[in-house]
């Protein structure tokens, strides 16, 4: 196979775990004979100062003719991103955008957590139980992220306002996508919302129970985002399988399970469009331990898999790589964030050891 993927290495650790990540494409390209053509382009707040903008022209034509894109975390340190004016913060000048162009409207988060790894957890061994396995679906380009904003002097500061808006094909379009995974890993979906006091959340089930009609053999349920912020803290296990979220509180909520796991750095994601999609870590670009070799690379590998899988149909070969993701932490490594007691110094892997290891056993060793 022959694939074009544009590369934003974005800010703080972001160009050395992308770094990893490429390490690992590059292991499965020799490995697997697929011919990955690859574009670096700038992205970020360091784009904004040397190019005058987050996400810069150049940037958008190559990820335009790019058949998918690797994007790494973006933001520098406080001090600096307050000097960047409002609308060329990466957040709301690059992020949101490139969603936008893209129309990547599913975001998938997987929350994995085996119970040979339970004590990567803040929560107890028991609560942990068999196991979690959670594949987060969340809608990525509607919602009040982007609805009509009416804030700063033109309303001389007495009000802001976000307005949050769900048409019909975007809350049909992430249901059927987030019903079929669940098909595929016969389970069941919860489905969450905020319907006792939102309207567009009302809207929101209305549409997905109907999707459900179409998918009889799923078992579906639905609770209330704040009953599941708890209840993913309780007995999180109890939504293995799918769990179906609107914008906002899929943004909160899939943190919140990072938590579950221990480490930010073990959420990767995929976030898909109908032509395209781009992957990424879900977790910052932790601009405190940028340059030292620390950062742990598995969200960022993580997602170079789900590039493969999602983007590119090479299941085998996303396979092989979760495997080998794994198979790291089982023969008793982590990297540093991980590591809770003295004992484990001796395990800890540096941010290139990581993706080393990764490509060994890839290649059998
Ligand atoms: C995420 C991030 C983004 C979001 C920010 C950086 C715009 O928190 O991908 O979860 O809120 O969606
Ligand atoms: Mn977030």
Redesign the pocket.
């Known amino acids: 196979m022959k694939k074009t993927i544009a590369v934003l290495e974005g800010d703080g650790i972001g160009p050395e775990i992308v770094g990893e990540g490429i390490k690992v494409l590059k292991a499965v390209e020799h490995q697997y004979g697929h011919t990955f053509h690859l574009n670096y382009a700038p992205f970020g707040a360091q784009a904004y100062f040397t190019h005058g903008s987050p996400f810069p022209k150049q940037t958008q034509l190559i990820c335009d003719h790019a058949d998918a894109i690797i994007k790494g975390p973006v933001g520098l340190a406080v001090e600096k991103m307050n000097t960047i004016p409002q609308q060329f913060r990466p957040?709301i000048g690059a992020?949101?955008p490139l969603r936008k162009r893209y129309d990547t409207f599913a975001n998938f988060r997987p929350v994995r957590l085996p119970k040979s790894l339970a004590a990567f957890s803040p929560l107890r061994e028991n609560v942990i139980g068999n196991g979690v396995d959670i594949l987060m679906v969340r809608e990525?380009v509607g919602g009040i992220?982007f609805g009509e904003k009416i804030e700063g002097p033109a309303v001389n500061m007495q009000y802001a306002q976000d307005n949050c808006v769900y048409t019909a094909k975007e809350v049909h379009r992430v249901a059927v996508v987030a019903f079929e995974e669940a098909r595929k890993r016969n389970s069941q979906i919860t489905n969450v919302h905020k319907a006792n006091v939102l309207a567009t959340s009302r809207f929101w089930n209305a549409i997905v129970e109907e999707v459900a009609q179409d998918f009889p053999d799923v078992p579906y349920r639905s609770v209330l985002v704040d009953n599941a912020a708890f209840q993913l803290v309780k007995n999180p296990t109890q939504f293995n399988g799918v769990m179906l979220l609107e914008n906002m509180q899929g943004?909160v909520l899939?943190?919140q399970a990072g938590g579950i796991l221990g480490s930010l750095g073990l959420m990767p994601?995929a976030c898909l469009g109908p032509d395209k999609g781009y992957v990424?870590a879900?977790h910052g670009s932790a601009p405190d331990i940028a340059g030292q070799n620390i950062a742990n690379p598995y969200a960022m590998i993580g997602s170079v898999a789900f590039l493969l899988d999602k983007c590119f149909g090479l299941t085998q070969e996303a396979h092989a790589v979760w495997n080998a993701l794994f198979t790291i932490f089982e023969r008793g490594y982590l990297t540093l964030e991980l590591a809770t007691n003295a004992s484990d110094s001796e395990k800890v892997l540096s941010t290139t050891a990581f993706g080393d290891m990764v490509v060994d056993i890839l290649v059998g060793k």
């Open positions: 957040e992020i949101l990525l992220y943004d899939t943190d994601s990424e879900a």
